[in-house]
């Protein structure tokens, strides 16, 4: 073994005829502090002689001293390269201690800095999946965590009559969840962003399903009146815990965090309703961010800008609020929201066959594709795309037209005209 690049201002290399240390400017950058440090205490060792080397190489020195030429004298000046010559005895010394100095400095923090990252775990980055619920909502989210990833679902919904869970809800949501070591799925967290239909009426499925075990289940703690809430109650048993969850509480999802930005501590006195109390979740990773808003309007959206703004600078994926969708003189996805984030992508989790005109409740809102489209911004929407999903904070794969994600483009989608 040898060494070509040991410190900074000096290098030894190997040849046909030896070694030479050879002066230059460090080869590989500033990452190389301690082998400066290193590489010091080798030159310095090499000039540690013995009393016996000190007075040989003096009488040598003195005699040849007498036999040099004026020419010779120039070549053999200190600093010239004839000066740093090296003996067997420290060449040999020099090789030993920077082989040591190599293995040492490429299990320090300065070789992470400079590898080219071949070695690098790829796979740990939060995964983001809109599941297509036609009139509903449902995003999985599951992140990189010792031993398995962590999933966190937020909300299973979908309209009375759709009919998904067994086809092809179950299929869609099973297939993307971790296992545990007993082989069942598992959901860390089912956060059910307001207890609507189109986002509780499969939670009750889920937790009667004996191969899916559902760890934490969290509501807003705001009562919708629907049978859906009856449902649920009847499956919750004893190994799951429940939780009301308000601004300021925190989700433990392995190596991401999980802050809770909405509804506040008076929601449930609210008489604003269900939609405008929703759970908003910003889940934060180093590999990207995802704001989840439920069914939240304007003034709501406004507050949550104003409130956490430097907060939601680095937004990814924002889901958008009430499905993309308003009823006549009720804004969604605004300006606000969108300037405080500038997200790279938007999903709208609705289907168009319902809506009859661009005032229906159910009808993707003209002024959010305009917004969007204003804004250059991708936007991914189930009613035209399926099922969505993201790495980090990379689009990564959809059921249908992926590569179509112009808001300009998918408004010829909308049932009516804008």
């Given amino acids: 073994m040898y060494i070509d690049h040991v410190l900074a201002t000096a290098v030894v290399a190997e040849t046909s005829e030896g070694y030479d240390v050879v002066i230059g400017e460090n080869p590989n950058g500033d990452g190389h502090i301690a082998l400066y440090i290193l590489g010091s205490t080798i030159i310095g060792a090499t000039s540690v002689e013995t009393v016996e080397d000190t007075i040989e190489r003096e009488k040598e020195d003195e005699q040849s001293d007498q036999e040099l030429t004026d020419e010779e004298e120039i070549d053999d000046a200190p600093g010239t390269e004839q000066d740093w010559r090296l003996s067997e005895r420290e060449k040999l010394w020099i090789r030993t201690v920077g082989d040591f100095a190599l293995d040492v400095y490429k299990a320090s923090n300065i070789y992470d800095q400079y590898s080219d990252g071949d070695d690098e775990d790829d796979s740990a980055q939060l995964e983001t999946t809109a599941i297509d619920m036609g009139k509903g909502q449902s995003t999985l989210i599951k992140a990189p965590a010792e031993g398995r990833d962590k999933a966190l679902l937020v909300d299973a919904g979908s309209d009375e009559s759709a009919g998904r869970w067994e086809d092809p809800y179950r299929e869609d949501l099973t297939s993307r969840l971790p296992t545990n070591s007993e082989g069942n799925y598992v959901i860390d967290h089912l956060v059910v962003s307001h207890n609507d239909t189109d986002h509780i009426s499969y939670v009750d499925e889920i937790l009667a399903d004996d191969n899916i075990k559902v760890r934490n289940l969290d509501f807003s703690g705001v009562e919708a009146g629907n049978t859906h809430e009856q449902d649920v109650d009847d499956e919750v048993g004893s190994i799951v815990n429940t939780a009301t969850l308000r601004a300021g509480d925190s989700i433990s999802l392995g190596e991401a965090q999980v802050d809770v930005l909405s509804p506040n501590e008076t929601a449930d006195q609210d008489e604003a309703g269900t939609d405008e109390n929703s759970i908003v979740l910003h889940i934060r990773h180093d590999s990207g961010e995802v704001l989840t808003t439920g069914d939240i309007r304007a003034p709501n959206e406004a507050h949550i800008a104003t409130e956490f703004n430097s907060d939601l600078s680095s937004v990814d994926i924002l889901m958008a ?44 809102d003209c002024a959010v594709f305009e917004e969007a489209d204003n804004r250059n911004l991708a936007v991914y929407w189930t009613a035209i795309h399926g099922d969505v999903e993201f790495t980090g904070r990379t689009y990564s794969y959809a059921d249908s037209n992926g590569g179509v994600t112009s808001a300009g483009e998918l408004q010829t989608d909308l049932p009516y005209s804008c």
């Fill in 321 to 364: 609020s009430h499905h993309g969708t308003s009823a006549p003189k009720q804004e969604v996805v605004s300006d606000d929201i969108l300037d405080t984030t500038t997200p790279r992508y938007l999903v709208i989790s609705n289907r168009n066959v319902l809506a009859g005109s661009r005032t229906s409740e159910y009808a993707p």
